[in-house]
């Protein structure tokens, strides 16, 4: 699997979370309070919804970490095996400063 494949499936994993946390209502309504409020009887009840969601949602979360860390590995970092750090420095011309004329102290105090 490639690189742009994992960055795909993030962003796909992305969107789906910020959808799912949306849905839901910091307060315990949000999509459950939709589906009667305070009634268990529709669609699977209010506790089912609201199990639904938090279980999406971590589930989610978890994918995206675990997509995450294998990208890490995925990732082509151009490592040469040829490469020798012993000749970077080949034709780099070396130069020695100069030293500087000393000066008399006792001129510069009168």
Request: charge should be negative; hydrophobic fraction near 45%.
């Amino acid at each position: 699997m490639s690189y742009t494949a994992f960055l795909i499936l993030i962003l796909i994993v992305a969107i789906a979370l910020i959808l799912i946390v949306m849905v839901q209502n910091p307060k315990g309504g949000g999509l459950s309070s939709s589906f009667g409020g305070s009634g268990a009887q529709s669609l699977g009840g209010v506790q089912n919804t609201n199990n639904f969601l938090d279980r999406t949602t971590w589930t989610l979360a978890i994918a995206m970490f675990a997509l995450i860390l294998l990208s890490n590995f995925i990732i082509d970092r151009g490592t040469d095996t040829n490469f020798q750090l012993d000749n970077t420095l080949d034709g780099v011309e070396t130069t020695t400063p100069i030293e500087q004329p000393k000066t008399n102290t006792n001129d510069s105090l009168q």
